[in-house]
């Protein structure tokens, strides 16, 4: 039998599995030393290890890592997944074993009801609620659940390198029930790892963890109540709008709990837009020209909506002639560096300045994640961890012409550790380059969000802009005006990063407190209040994030999923929106929402028909008349929880925190949850004339009752 090369790690014996990878010696870090032995490639002394990951790309990066780059390949009967095989040293208590590394595509098993549930004119929608469910193997993965099968019977441990997030730890318990069937004693632990990097691969591996059984069930919870919720109420939309015939006549009427109150956002803000009622203000203006420098003081009262009143102060003003200078503040200011990379934050800025939707930058965030270069995109944490060595990532950017000069300043002693942000959800650190990618390498979306992700890395390791500014305020009449005056001397991280702007002003002549002048100009000006703007993609994320509707990860599929059901179209800012600056405008920020999955798993979140937020311009999501008639026909039952808003689905999330927590059990959230839907359900029954009369009266242009 021939050789093969595989990884031995040279270290203390009996070293436990969560040990440092260093290990200490007379006051000395010694790090642990990988090297290479020939060995034979089977003994039937060795440990079988049967390791698999959730998708077939990671797989294949994890064997190389692993045998550094010496296995065996083996098809499978599905034509995307192979079987590779090697020997590696993982140290105590496995040591050398014979491994075989294989993958899933996502979710192994599906929910469903029973094939008597299956037919829409029987039984009622509302049996739903209650009808038994099944999990079944979907066609497409049967054969990856056999080879799972297959091969367990062979091993002695089963090792799953899922993704560290919720939805990883249900694919991990899904991969553990396949292998079971194979052989019911087979010993399970799981991977920890956030990027595919080699030495992270090689230190996750000596340090396997339980699976969170808490988190795979929260995730369970949340499967079926999307199956009972989302079947119930879309054949009851289906089967009650579609006699009204004409456009509705075929159509299918989706609702899913987070689907709904997304299209609810939108709605509100369309109706806060065509109710908008311009009010006009008055405000005064004053200018002062010194030494060859025109000053404009700004009224502390900002405007006032009653004309007479603005126009007895501007008298007084001009009645006094001379103006005095009451207070002049001169101080150091700076503006702040980024916070680490979120996933909403990602979203959010790739539709405001990459030219991609929040599902087009997830997806390509996936790909250079499954290809090395950027850390795992589906993280609520805005803090490294202080262990991090973030000086060599900084490091490995410094070869781009780009932005490796930057990256070679700070190398150079210009580093600074990034601000520490609020959140942290204990699997993933903040989104950061794990390695340099030529621009070569790289298709054109993946080359804009992967220099996206390094500037926003390298300014997070910068420092804050820093400049000086200087207010002055003076009395007028009896009218206080300030004027603001801002110098910008150091731009720091805003040289690399240029997502965001700084900009000085003039420098404000010298003023002294007590000193007077007839100012060069004063003005009494008029204008009125604007409509707020309609959504920005960028706005809903923000909107969903902060009422817990979704999470990091699926907020762009809800997104797409209410364009593609024609709730909503995406339209370039013009003439139908506002373009608002007053106190109605902008959306919603806030707290983190809850965590959980993309795309890439057998989700239906599915591609968009409204086109791809911010190419050409800002993109604003605006309600079509189906979209306007579902959400008014609801408010109109006056629920005490409306489907249309984020409340009932923001609770559920909650809940499902809790059972991760161990406060709450899966049965409870069901259970709870379920109750609180059917008493919505039935209440929508008995009212849904409510629903029809919207439709005819939005859809259909009438203005009849029910």
């Known amino acids: 039998m021939g050789f093969t090369p595989y990884y031995s790690l040279h270290r203390n014996i009996g070293r436990p599995l969560d040990a440092p990878l260093s290990l200490a010696s007379k006051g000395r870090f010694i790090p642990a030393v990988l090297s290479f032995s020939p060995v034979r490639f089977y003994s039937s002394k060795m440990p079988r290890i ?39 040293d993982f140290g105590p208590p496995w040591g050398r074993s014979t491994v075989t590394m294989t993958a899933v595509r996502g979710h192994l098993t599906q929910l469903d009801f029973h094939q008597e549930f299956k037919k829409w004119e029987y039984p009622p929608p509302d049996r739903l609620f209650d009808a038994p469910v099944q999990t079944i193997y979907p066609n497409d993965v049967k054969n990856i659940a056999q080879n799972i099968e297959n ?27 396949a292998a079971r069937k194979g052989k019911r004693n087979i010993q399970v632990c799981r991977a920890r790892f956030s990027n595919i990097e080699r030495a992270h691969i090689l230190s996750a591996a000596r340090r396997p963890v339980a699976l969170d059984d808490r988190q795979a069930e929260a995730v369970a919870a949340r499967i079926e109540l999307d199956l009972r919720i989302g079947s119930a109420f879309t054949r009851f939309l289906t089967l009650s709008l579609r006699p009204l015939g004409g456009a509705m006549a075929d159509l299918l009427l989706s609702y899913g709990s987070c689907q709904f109150p997304t299209l609810g956002f939108v709605v509100d803000r369309y109706f806060r837009v065509r109710n908008f009622v311009p009010e006009p203000f008055w405000s005064i203006k004053v200018m002062h020209e010194k030494e060859g420098v025109k000053v404009n003081f700004n009224w502390s009262r900002n405007r006032l909506f009653d004309r007479l009143s603005v126009l007895l102060f501007y008298e007084r003003c001009l009645a006094a002639k001379i103006a005095r200078v009451t207070d002049v503040k001169e101080k150091q200011t700076k503006k702040w560096k980024p916070l680490p990379l979120t996933t909403v ?43 991090m060595n973030l000086r060599a990532l900084v490091q490995k950017q410094t070869q781009d012409q780009r932005w490796g000069p930057f990256a070679q300043n700070l190398v150079d002693g210009a580093f600074q550790q990034p601000r520490q942000g609020r959140s942290d959800d204990k699997a993933h650190p903040p989104i950061h380059p794990i390695t340099y990618a030529a621009p070569t390498v790289l298709d054109d979306q993946e080359k804009r969000l992967y220099e996206f992700v390094v500037r926003r890395f390298l300014a997070c390791c910068s420092e804050d802009a820093r400049g000086a500014a200087t207010d002055v305020e003076i009395t007028y009449g009896e009218e206080k005006f300030v004027a603001h005056g801002l110098i910008v ?24 407190v007590g000193e007077t002048f007839e100012p060069t100009e004063a003005m009494m000006t008029e204008g009125k209040t604007t409509a707020p703007s309609y959504l920005t993609e960028a706005d809903l994320i923000a909107l969903m994030d902060a009422n817990g509707i979704g999470t990091d990860a699926t907020m762009a599929q809800h997104i797409e999923k209410i364009k593609e059901r024609q709730y909503v179209q995406v339209v370039e800012r013009g003439g139908n929106g506002g373009g608002g600056n007053d106190e109605d405008d902008g959306a919603a920020g806030g707290a983190r929402g809850g965590r959980g ?11 968009g028909i409204g086109g791809s937020g911010g190419r050409g311009g800002v993109k604003e999501f605006i309600p079509t008349s189906l979209g306007v008639a579902l959400i008014e026909g609801f408010e109109r039952m006056n629920f005490e929880t409306s489907l249309g808003k984020p409340f009932l689905r923001k609770e559920m999330e909650l809940k499902m925190k809790a059972i991760c927590e161990g406060r709450l059990t899966r049965d409870a959230l069901l259970r709870e949850s379920i109750a609180s839907y059917r008493q919505v359900y039935d209440q929508s029954r ?3 004339h409510l629903l029809k009369a919207a439709c005819r009266q939005y859809v259909f242009g009438q203005n009849g009752g029910p």
């Open 151 to 177: 091969q367990a019977r062979q091993a002695d441990i089963l090792y799953i390198w899922t993704d560290c997030d919720r939805e990883g730890e249900h694919i991990g318990s899904e991969i553990r029930e």
């Open 50 to 88: 049967l390791c698999v990951a959730e998708k077939p790309s990671i797989a294949k990066a994890v064997a190389t890592h692993l045998s550094g780059g010496s296995y065996q390949t083996h098809d499978t009967r599905d034509k995307y997944t192979k079987n590779y095989v090697f020997t590696c």
């Open 345 to 387: 934050e990602l979203q959010k800025m790739a539709t405001r300045f990459l030219r991609m939707t929040g599902q087009e930058a997830m997806t390509v965030a996936e790909k250079l994640y499954n290809k090395g270069f950027i850390s795992y995109p589906r993280t609520e944490t805005d803090r490294f961890d202080k262990g």
């Open 597 to 607: 999955r993309g795309g890439g798993r057998g989700g239906r979140g599915g591609g």
């Open 686 to 688: 008995e009212e849904v």
């Open 489 to 512: 001397h150091q731009r720091n991280y805003l040289d690399v990063y240029p997502y965001e702007n700084w900009t000085g002003t003039a420098e404000l002549p010298r003023f002294t």
